[in-house]
């Protein structure tokens, strides 16, 4: 309509049963065709009743360079209000990488629960990966796909050794408010394999032995540290393994109860 040119705009919103109002100044139009009509945060929260949980609807009246007005259709449901952070849940640790050490055939995992959003509701997770926590310096924030799966599990193709490592979590809604972090303990990553060397030159028996011995070597670990020393004795004349008191046909790895950072002893028992 041509006569509109000339005319304005004038945008109305209401919240919730609230009467519609005059939002900003009627806008003047300068030509036919796509009118667009923007507003700022500040300005949209300084409506009557703008409250998380409720509804902007919109509508418009035109007005001709006569005079004459026309009401617009009146748009229910325009915006939904949700000004709120999701609720941060907590990661599991029996499924989460917790136990503070990873070699280099695990994988970085995390499993969570209890992230809840009571108005416009969840829509997806992000984690991320960093030498700090609450960091992304390793791996950026990455959508976690399908949005909603509650676990992870992250190659460690990029890590290094001798590194402490997080991973942390947060989760949108779709509003796109943004929950607090919350980041799993540091996990030192551990790839290079403990060294044992055992020292056998003493230890050559024909047949049997009648009293107990020791049979000893050397360990070293210079990451993480050793946590347990394990070893199998073979008989070579009929490829036995000793058991810890009888020689048995399947290998079995020998606990070492006394052991250091830097060397290990074993107590044979009489054959």
């Known amino acids: 309509d041509v006569s509109l040119i000339g005319g304005t705009v004038q945008m109305r919103l209401r919240t919730g049963a609230n009467p519609f109002v005059n939002f900003q100044v009627p806008d003047t139009i300068l030509s ?3 009118k ?9 929260e300084a409506i009557t009743g703008f409250t998380d949980g409720r509804y902007v609807d919109g509508t418009f009246i035109l007005t001709d360079r006569a005079g004459n007005v026309t009401p617009g259709e009146i748009s229910d449901n ?15 640790q029996t499924n989460t990488s917790y136990d503070g050490y990873m070699n280099e055939s695990d994988t970085l995992k995390a499993e969570w629960s209890g992230f809840s959003d009571a108005n416009a509701g969840l829509e997806y997770y992000q984690y991320a990966i960093g030498t700090a926590p609450k ?3 390793i791996l950026s924030w990455t959508t976690v796909d399908p949005g909603l799966v509650t676990s992870v599990k992250d190659s460690l193709a990029t890590l290094i050794n001798a590194t402490t490592y997080y991973l942390s979590l947060i989760a949108l809604d779709s509003a796109w408010n943004v929950s607090d972090t919350i980041t799993t303990a540091g996990i030192y990553a551990d790839f290079v394999k403990p060294i ?27 990451d993480a540290g050793l946590d347990s020393v394990s070893i199998s004795i073979m008989r070579l004349s009929d490829s036995l393994y000793w058991s810890g008191s009888s020689w048995q046909t399947d290998s ?9 950072t830097t060397d290990w002893t074993y107590t044979l028992s009489p054959d």
Do not use: C, R
Request: net charge negative; glycine share 8%.
């Open 196 to 222: 044992s060397t055992p020292i056998v030159e003493d230890y050559y028996f024909i047949e049997n032995w009648i009293d107990a011995s020791t049979i000893s070597g050397t360990t070293s670990d210079a």
């Open 252 to 260: 079995l790895g020998l606990d070492v109860s006394s052991f250091t």
């Open 135 to 137: 960091t992304s310096n």
């Open 78 to 92: 325009l915006l939904y209000i949700d000004q709120t952070i999701p609720v941060a849940g907590t990661f599991d």
């Open 32 to 34: 036919s065709g796509t």
């Open 36 to 44: 667009v009509l923007g507003f700022t945060d500040t300005q949209l």
